[in-house]
């Protein structure tokens, strides 16, 4: 083998050590629900009355719920 070759496998092998742990530990997705919740709750900010502050102010809450929700799947607590 020549010298550049060695230096291209050993560039890489940390990259390929990354993605054959990461493949190795796959599991579904648990934040899907949060995803048709952020839907359904856009749907409902949208159809609020009082204004764009009431439905932006709606929408933040989506946001933050969101985040919760994909926080709880992704680490469990």
Same mark, same amino acid.
């Given at each position: 083998?020549?010298?550049? #070759?060695?230096?291209?496998?050993?560039? @890489? /092998?940390?990259?390929?050590?990354?993605?054959?742990?990461?493949?190795?530990d796959?599991?579904p997705?648990? &934040?899907?629900? *949060?995803?048709?919740?952020?839907? $359904? *709750?856009?749907?409902?900010? &949208?159809?609020?009355?009082?204004?764009?502050? $009431? #439905?932006?102010?709606?929408? /933040?809450?989506c946001? @933050?719920?969101?985040?919760? *929700?994909?926080?709880?799947?992704?680490?469990?607590?």
């Open positions: 083998m020549s010298a550049s #070759m060695v230096q291209r496998v050993v560039r @890489l /092998l940390p990259v390929m050590l990354v993605a054959l742990i990461v493949c190795s796959a599991k997705a648990l &934040a899907a629900t *949060c995803f048709s919740d952020l839907r $359904d *709750c856009y749907g409902r900010a &949208a159809g609020r009355d009082g204004g764009i502050w $009431d #439905m932006w102010a709606y929408g /933040l809450d946001e @933050l719920t969101f985040t919760d *929700c994909t926080r709880r799947a992704i680490v469990g607590r």
